[in-house]
């Protein structure tokens, strides 16, 4: 039995009495089974055959945003769900990618063939919310039960190259086991370099949600490896190692685990790479700043180190970044590592306040033009010296700091 929130049933009510039959599809239904909760739910709607009166129809109960008009979609965030009214539909392929299909709406669909178009059978499911009872044409739940991962129609399945990364994700997420045949289809696309069709942005969405979501990635790039695929590298280990880590921030963790797949590379290769998923500078930035100094690293962990050199080294990066991955690399590879040096390390930049983040200047340039300078090149000059006196303990105090910069002023303006 499926049990959907009691908060939609003013809506289910009112498309009942229009004579439409909602039948709630896809991930709800799915999640709902194996005990997952989930506030995204797509309903599919019989009897009725255009946008324009569904809108209507569920105006009262919030903004209808139908962004996807030409696939039949409209979208509704009501009392903290985001629900998805869908019409059912007819996928045609008319060229190569994810997005080359023609969408024909037609309402007088039957569930089963509304449902063909789909990707695997345990998305097949539906809940027929008037009979309230389940909808399972593709013995979906079966495989559910069984932990199978299969392919509705492997005629159709072929179509999206998105499905090959798909089959992966679903796989590790749910620990299910790819039927042969799903196998031998997914290798069978990556060989005929389907991939190869899909717009980077689309692969790299899929290889986020692998990394973040899954325990253990590497899972996930073996079968990759095992379809043929070249988004794998042999720093898989580093990466399970990584997605231990407890934080919150996704992106965090997308650096990390982005730098941790490349952690040995030249800056080159990791550029080569990463560019196959993504040209986010900002993103990359982090990643290669891991990657050039965890190359160095040895000489950081060394048994003395300055205050000053923390300072510098929390200019360049994130420090307790560069502790998550140094860690994840020196305990996956079983490398001799000083942890009690690695504690002291991140013990005093938490001391210092410059554990994330980089000591704050006690200077600025309003400061410099207080001593009538006028904004020029020389800025750069005085608050890069000023900022070196300060983390090399010359100035400590914001009083400090204008005396400091008083006289370097007066020394600078006599060369």
Sequence with gaps: MITYPKKLEPIFSKLISYGIKPIIVGGFIRDSILNITVNDIDIELYGISSLAELENILKE??????????FGVCKLSYMGYELDFTLPRIDNKTTSGHRGFSIKIDSNLDFKTAASRRDFT??????????????DPFNG???LSDKILRAVNPETFIEDPLRVLRAVRFSVVYDFKIDNELY???????????????????IFEEIKKILLICQKPSIAFELLKSFGSDIFTDNLLVVDEISKQLTNQDQTKLVLMLAGLCYDFTKERAEHFLWKFTNEKELLKRVFVLIELHGKIEKIYAKEFSDYALYKLATKVNISELLILSRAVYFSKNYSFDYDIAD??????????????????????????????????????ILSSAYEAQISGKIMDRVQAISWLEGFIKFYKKL
């Design 61 to 70: 109960f919030g903004s209808v945003n139908s962004v996807g008009k030409s």
């Design 122 to 135: 345990i998305n097949t499911i539906g809940y027929n919310v008037v009979e309230r009872k389940i909808v």
């Design 184 to 202: 031998l289809l997914c290798r069978q696309m990556v060989k005929n370099r389907v991939l190869e069709e899909l717009p980077k942005e689309r």
């Design 344 to 381: 002291a390390i991140e013990k005093r930049a938490r001391e210092l306040n410059i554990l994330t983040k980089k000591l704050p200047p006690l200077l600025s340039g309003k400061d410099i033009l207080t001593f009538g300078i006028i904004p020029s090149p020389e800025f750069t000059i």
């Design 141 to 143: 739940t079966q495989d």
